[in-house]
Nanobody, 112 residues
């Protein structure tokens, strides 16, 4: 199993960014997926999840600003982030739900 996260970078507050998570080694369309993040000095926290059928749920802190989607043809999950805040600065990880499979993380830095 491989989960390859990409798309992180430096963005100004109020800006947007899209993260990608390319999956391989398992049947992507059968699995729920999730995005998590870990800010410096803090524990890893849930950003949101998406079911195998494409229904997404979000943490209160990102509701209305972030959107999770998935492309079954490309075996890829996305995290569309908008109205970014400095407190969104973190390493973002993708995860295959109900397993121990994690991506390597991609750093998002939001400057004020």
């Amino acid at each position: 199993v491989q989960l390859q996260a990409s798309g992180g970078g430096l963005v100004q507050a109020g800006g947007s960014l899209r993260l990608s998570c390319k999956a391989s080694g398992f049947i992507f369309r059968f699995n729920a997926m999730g995005w998590y993040r870990q800010a410096p000095g803090k524990q890893r926290e849930l950003v949101g999840t998406i079911t195998s059928g494409g229904s997404a749920n979000y943490a209160d802190s990102v509701e209305g600003r972030f959107t999770i989607s998935r492309d079954y043809a490309k075996n890829t999950m996305y995290l569309h982030m908008s109205s970014l805040k400095p407190e969104d600065t973190a390493v973002y990880y993708c995860h295959r739900e109900s397993t121990s499979d994690w991506g390597q993380g991609t750093l998002v830095t939001v400057s004020s």
